[in-house]
């Protein structure tokens, strides 16, 4: 395969001449530091979408407050935080807000990676970024299913709670599952801007081995089928649990 | 003492009027259907008895104790919708739960029965409205008139005092209509209490002790059926029944 791309681009006439030569073996003994890009950028993603997630739980909770502050404060954090660049927002965490006084501490404890404050500061700016979009998405779900559900739940006796927990939060589950799969591979990739500011994710990793090897091409493939990688096999285990859920099979108006 | 007192009971929607100043008494037992033209209030009063709507103002007692009370609290409120059944023109089944579980879902929940007594309980109800054979299907799979006799038999399971239809049969192919009614019918003729807002006059004609004539959201008659259909008390009600009856 490698030998196969490297003889078409070398033969071809329509490219510049001064085409590089292509030759994979040069970052391959580099394996080590892509495994370890890899694993950032995994505990990276999964820890996004776990705070994510909480998060937007809470901004759901406060927005359907009766309370008109409350609500008004989810709303107006949404429109923040999907209204600016996600890029913009990892600066201003990282470099704006430390300038007058907020900034997190090194975590020792939890390793030099993972424990620095780059890495911290750039979970809480991608938790915070990826809670607006996930509580859109829980909204949706949730208004998706009919007033008639909570209206005859209600007339049945059952309180509120009883009604989300038993009658609208298993209806909203089928139709929430394919847009947070979305959400959550989104975040895979998302989180290769932090290598913008020093952290060593995938994306890092690939600057690391091009200034080590001068090999620029290379190493951009390498981690790109390593993302697809990481996507893909999310996409399969997405599909697995959406079909768990019978998003189709079991209660689609047939009749 | 009337089981259900509505004093000077009002209801706007925005700018919109939809009741005004509504008085009304309900005995046990008694079989009263609403009917009038759309957007005459039937369906807003019915939906406020239970407080599906909350009256802009006026007073609804139920055996004596204000339910529309500021006092009256949310908890008293779940209590004493257990006791008034509520039948949807649109069903509103549960689509993710089983026939079964649609009806012992708020008696284990709510009422404490035991998962065998409910459903003991929802098995004997779904024999009654002629549905034993559909006990383990779910809602999509069922066709619109055994839907609503699912819902009459969820509603029942909380063994309520009271009953109100919303348009029980509007939303059923015409061939549907009729096994819905006989199980009304059915319902009415065991004593229970029941507000039936609805299109079919005939039914209402042949099962009602009073029949409720509503327009603008104004009660304009309030009639024994045979005085209704005869002689209706109000203008209105007649150039109605001479355009639908």
Known sequence: MVYILSHILNKSTFLVPAAIKVDFSRVLPWWKVFLEGTGNTLLLSLCTVIFGLLLALLLVLMRRSKLKVISFISKAYVLVVRGTPILVQLVIWMYGLPLIGIRFPDIPALGSVFGSREFITALVALSLNSAAYVAELLRGGLDAVSTGQSEAARSLGLSQRQTMRHIIIPQAIPIILPGLGNEFIQMIKETSIVSTVGIFDLMYSQNIVQASTYSIFEPLIVISLIYLFLTSVLTHFMKKLERKFHVVNKYTELA | ?245
């Open chain 2, 1 to 245: 003492m009337s089981l259900i007192n509505i004093q000077n009971l009002h209801k706007n929607f925005g700018d919109l009027e939809v009741l005004r100043d509504i008085n009304l008494d309900v005995e046990t037992g008694e079989v009263i259907s609403l009917v009038g033209p759309s957007g005459s209030g039937k369906s807003t009063l019915l939906r406020c008895i239970n407080l599906l709507e909350i009256p802009t103002s006026g007073h609804i007692y139920y055996r004596d104790e204000e339910i529309t009370h500021p006092k009256y609290k949310e908890e008293d409120l779940n209590l004493y919708r257990q006791k008034i059944g509520m039948v949807f023109q649109q069903f509103n089944l549960f689509p993710h739960l089983s026939v079964t579980e649609n009806i012992t879902l708020s008696p284990m929940l709510t009422l404490g029965l035991s998962k065998e007594e409910a459903t003991e309980r929802a098995h004997s109800l779904l024999d009654r409205v002629g549905l034993s054979d559909k006990k383990d299907s779910y809602p999509a799979k069922l066709s619109g008139g055994q839907s609503q006799r699912v819902a009459i038999a969820r509603a029942l399971a909380m063994q309520p005092e009271v009953m109100l239809f919303d348009e029980p049969t509007s939303a059923l192919d015409p061939e549907m209509v009729k096994e819905v009614l006989e199980v009304i019918r059915e319902l009415a003729e065991s004593g229970m209490t029941c507000l039936i807002v609805t299109h079919e006059l005939a039914f209402a004609k042949e099962i009602s002790s009073r029949i409720l004539f509503l327009d603008g959201g104004d009660i304009l008659a309030d009639q024994p059926p045979q005085d209704f259909f005869t002689h209706p008390a109000s203008p209105r009600a007649k150039e109605f029944l001479s355009l639908v009856f």
